[in-house]
């Protein structure tokens, strides 16, 4: 299936709300979020910075 990017998501009718196609967005999203924050958790420990870990989250 054809991805679709986040302006052809945005401009999607609200009837299509989460069909495949937005569905397939979300997920890869999804995982490139994941993807980031995996790379930079790792940077960050490598590199000895666990400072972001400690600090107070709201």
Do not use: A, H
């Not at 979300?26 to 995982?31: D, G, K, S, T, V």
């Amino acid at each position: 299936m054809p991805r679709i990017n986040e302006q052809e998501l945005l401009g999607m009718p609200t009837s299509d709300y989460m069909n495949e196609k937005q569905l397939s967005f979300f997920q890869q999203y999804l995982l490139n979020l994941k993807s980031d924050l995996l790379m930079e958790l790792g940077w960050s420990l490598k590199k000895g910075d666990w400072q972001w870990l400690t600090r107070s989250w709201p």
